[in-house]
């Protein structure tokens, strides 16, 4: 990992100061410049003195990520971005512009082992994992650029943030903090393909962070084909991991379930997920793929419309949700860059 100050909570950044010599209140300072301010030139941070700024700069660089490419899904709805880190691996953020909130979906590693089969990211395979303040850069550089303030974030891009949970928890701890960014714990969502022992450990945090768990299968036999996780951690264990994230948090979930014709969007799918969802208070958010070349296909509207409509007498909200920038590959399950340099 390379060394940053990026990467350096609020206490361990006041803990850097004092053991460079300096008072607590100078990390505090650094802290805001750089989560507040955004500022990676340490010229421009006035109120510290020379020689700490001199110390800043030799402890390693402030600027962890590079914009390779912007593109605007021409909607105003979305945007994606292309990063390239200092080691020359790619990844992709997408923010996304709804009445209520700006959104911006992180990705938590370069790659991912998940190896879901709808997925483009699965086709890189797992590369390595993102440090904090390599997630936290992703944020940082696009709210540099943009005008409206990110609302919420989603670990939801490339990578299993739960494969990666003490870097994304730390990099969400310094979204939410009151002296940084300051987004609400409640509008920071990690996104889990189903690793039933970080549910577990999730439901502990004394955070308010929220959970989405990507289901995409009401049957063990269709999710056994859709995602390799449930070999491991069956959708029985799943489901007793949820009910325990909300019987210890009190807080309701969200059940993500991409909907792929011909493949999980019939009706006793439909009947099965409000059998299997009935005793959790969940939201299904229902999200129909987003082709990318696979063998998958996508359900025409009619499709769509009689799932929804066999999921009527469900007793929790189900949405749907009409991914934005397709045509940019910034939609749910598209994000997909070669690695720039090995
Ligand atoms: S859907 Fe998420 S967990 Fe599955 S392979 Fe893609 S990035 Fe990984």
């Known amino acids: 990992m390379v060394r940053s100050l990026k990467n350096h909570s609020y206490e361990e950044m006041q803990q850097w100061a004092v053991d460079a010599g300096f008072a607590p209140y100078t990390g505090r300072q650094i802290f805001e410049w750089l989560f507040r301010h955004f500022t990676e030139d340490t010229s421009e941070m006035l109120n510290i003195k020379k020689e700490v700024r001199s110390h800043i700069a030799e402890y390693g660089p402030l600027r962890l990520l590079d914009i390779l490419e912007h593109e605007s899904g021409g909607d105003g709805g979305t945007d994606k971005f292309l990063f390239q880190c200092l080691d020359g691996k790619a990844v992709e953020s997408v923010l996304i512009r709804s009445q209520k909130r700006v959104t911006l979906c992180v990705s938590s590693q370069v790659g991912c082992a998940m190896n879901c089969a709808f997925c483009r990211t699965a086709d890189m395979g797992f590369i390595r994992d993102l440090s904090a303040g390599e997630i936290l850069e992703q944020y940082v550089q ?84 859709l995602m390799p996780v449930n070999r491991r951690y069956p959708l029985e264990e ?50 129909p793929f987003n082709e990318t070349g696979a063998s998958y296909r996508r359900p025409d509207e009619k499709d769509i419309s009689r799932f929804l409509g066999a999921l009527s007498a469900a007793v929790f909200p189900v949405t749907l949700r009409l991914s934005g920038g397709r045509g940019i590959n910034a939609a749910c399950g598209q994000l997909y860059h070669e690695v720039l340099r090995k």
């Open 142 to 225: 696009v709210q540099r650029l943009s005008e409206e303030k990110i609302s919420n974030v989603v670990f939801m891009g490339m990578g299993e943030p739960f494969n990666n949970f003490e870097q994304s928890v730390r990099a969400a701890l310094v979204l939410n903090h009151e002296k940084g960014p300051q987004i609400a714990a409640r509008h920071i969502t990690f996104s889990t393909s189903g690793i039933v022992p970080k549910i577990r450990e999730f439901a502990h945090l004394p955070y308010q962070f929220k959970l989405a768990i990507s289901l995409n299968a009401a049957t063990n036999r269709i999710r056994d084909l």
């Open 238 to 287: 799943l489901l007793d991991a949820a009910k325990y994230y909300v019987q210890t948090t009190n807080r309701h979930l969200t059940f993500e379930y991409v909907l792929i014709k011909d493949v999980n969007n019939g009706d006793k799918d439909a009947a099965e997920l409000m059998r299997l969802l009935r005793p959790i208070p969940c939201k299904l958010n229902v999200i």
